[in-house]
């Protein structure tokens, strides 16, 4: 994991990569009991579920309120977490048992500011205490980008971005639909580009934000 994330220019010290270590370890161990994701080999969920979520670590500095949407197992919000524990997040997926497992990763590493919810993004603007919207909105695989502006918008704070985490056919997806996210108030600020350093799949980062 180290080598990893150094090639991608990140930096963990080593009480934080136990932690995600162990959240790699329980992650496969609940996933023979329950699915929670189709890659089955511990040196993948390294790279394309804990080193493919902190990509997202040099967009942010640490302390924004975070929304993650369509979460699963917990990815990108539960290794963003434990490396930046001042992070405010609130995990949503419309699957229960991705949703335990998550809970069981909270209490089992005694994180505090992380809520993992069983619901779905079109519920979370009625949610008490969610009115002030969130600075940070981010996805990864959850929808296409048309549908994952119109779903969370409403959950956005003012000044607030949304990050879609895609692969190598995102920028293609962003050309077709840059005049419907116009319509929508929308527009790109900020693409990054990286490959996971041991398949070296393409990923990329697009950052949105809203005219207001």
């Known amino acids: 994991m180290k080598t990893q ?3 991608l220019g990140i930096s963990v010290d080593e009480p934080v990569r136990g932690r995600l270590l162990w959240f790699t370890e329980e992650l496969l161990r609940w996933n023979r009991l329950v699915n929670l994701t189709a890659i089955t080999r511990e ?17 942010l500095t640490g302390r924004e309120r975070i929304l993650d949407v369509g979460s699963g197992g917990g990815f990108p919000g539960l290794p963003l977490k434990i490396v930046f524990d001042d992070l405010n997040f609130v995990s949503v997926d419309a699957v229960g048992k991705k949703i335990n497992f998550q809970r069981h990763v ?11 919810l069983h619901s779905r993004i079109e ?3 009625r949610w008490e205490g969610f009115d002030s919207g969130f600075d940070v909105i981010v996805s990864r695989a959850f929808a296409s980008l048309v549908d994952f ?5 409403p959950c956005l704070a ?16 962003l050309s077709q639909c840059k005049e419907v996210l116009a ?16 398949s070296m799949a393409e990923r990329l980062l697009i950052t949105l934000k809203t005219a207001r």
Do not use: Y
């Open 43 to 59: 040196e993948e969920v390294v790279e394309k579920h804990i080193v493919d979520s902190l990509t997202l670590m040099p967009l």
């Open 123 to 125: 519920d979370v603007p």
């Open 149 to 153: 502006v119109r779903l969370t918008l």
């Open 106 to 116: 909270v209490r089992q590493l005694g994180l505090t500011r992380f809520l993992a």
């Open 183 to 198: 319509g929508l108030g929308v527009s790109c600020v900020g693409l990054e580009r990286n490959r996971l350093p041991q």
């Open 158 to 173: 003012d000044g607030g971005r949304l990050v879609a985490m895609k692969g190598p056919e995102g920028e293609r997806e």
């Open 5 to 7: 994330l150094e090639a």
